[in-house]
């Protein structure tokens, strides 16, 4: 199991999404202004910049209150979905289901 932490928060804007790698999968967190994480999700690799512009506003999958984002890489799709489970049932984000 991988000790790697999840980002520094960044704004969430398209010229901060197209600084973070796409090359594995991860899981993402985004956070309001007060820094509370209220979104937890996964993204296939080569698809982690396009699943968070889907939650920038207006976007079809825009969630309201997000100010910042976090990332953090997982060896596979599998272990990024148990790491989100975990965040979810742990934090319960106000956006997750």
Known sequence: MSAKRFTHSRPL???????IPDDKPAVYEIKNRAGDNIYTGVARRGRVQDRLREHLPGA????????????????????????EQKIINAEEPKHNE
């Open 60 to 83: 079809k999958d825009a969630i309201p209150g997000a100010a910042d984002f976090s990332i953090k890489q997982k060896r596979s799709i599998e272990s990024a979905r148990n790491e």
């Open 13 to 19: 804007s398209n010229r901060q999404i197209d600084k």
